[in-house]
């Protein structure tokens, strides 16, 4: 089973409102991983999370804070987000080796519109 | 520095047509990774291949073929007999030792026409 699952598919918020975004892996991957895809663009690296422990922060604004409550999960609270943050918001996984030798697995996505 | 360089932007081919999507890659580390991944309109990221620098064996997966040669630093694809369904974005990636993280290409945007 290779599933990244993202919910919700869909989200639109307004400037001052607090959501998250949720995703969930089922193949004992230990590394997992918050994309922002703008269109026509390849995805930009946010965080990494290795052991359930934040390992890479690519110096994202605090109004993005990522949680990674257990070694399924990865939560991405968005607070006080700009209109420049609508994009595609991708999920990731991958097993924990030698930096960069195992591929990433990623979920559909969730498609953020911020008003 | 460490860059992923798909020149074409965009690719129209009709049905049936073999396609190459090319890759020209960067880096001065003696290992590391290259992938491909394919993205439809739906939007997920589909993994396609992984190849460690130490492997330079061509592989074919049905219909698609890589290329991969450490002499020009390319890792192509190829699609023999298109079908509408490889409509799709593809990116190839690069992932250092060093490193960890995945470094994209821009992309190339493949149309396959009925």
């Known amino acids: 089973d290779t599933e990244v699952t993202q919910t919700p598919k869909h989200l639109v918020m307004g400037m001052t409102n607090k959501k998250s975004l949720k995703c969930e892996q089922h193949?004992?991957?230990?590394?997992m991983y918050w994309y922002k895809q703008k269109a026509k663009k390849p995805p930009e690296l946010m965080f990494v999370?290795?052991?359930?422990?934040?390992?890479i922060n690519e110096s994202v604004p605090s109004r993005f804070s990522p949680e990674c409550p257990n070694s399924s999960l990865l939560n991405l609270h968005l607070h006080a987000l700009q209109p420049e943050d609508s994009a595609l918001y991708l999920c990731a996984s991958s097993q924990v080796g030698p930096a960069g030798a195992y591929e990433q697995y990623f979920g559909p996505g969730t498609r953020l519109t911020v008003t | 520095a460490q860059k992923v360089t798909q020149a074409q932007t965009e690719i129209s081919v009709v049905e049936k047509e073999d396609v190459t999507l090319d890759c020209v890659y960067e880096?001065?580390?003696?290992?590391?990774?290259l992938f491909w991944y394919k993205q439809p309109p739906s939007g997920e990221l589909v993994f396609l291949i992984r190849r460690n620098s130490f492997d330079e064996q061509n592989e074919i997966s049905g219909r698609y073929s890589w290329n991969f040669q450490k002499s020009t630093s390319s890792f192509n694809f190829t699609i023999t007999a298109s079908q509408v369904v490889d409509s799709a974005v593809y990116f190839c990636a690069l992932n250092l030792r060093s490193q960890g993280n995945l470094i994209f290409g821009k992309g190339t945007k493949l149309s396959v026409k009925p």
């Open positions: 193949m004992g991957h230990r590394a």
């Open positions: 999370y290795s052991y359930e422990k934040l390992s």
């Open positions: 880096t001065r580390d003696t290992t590391y990774y």
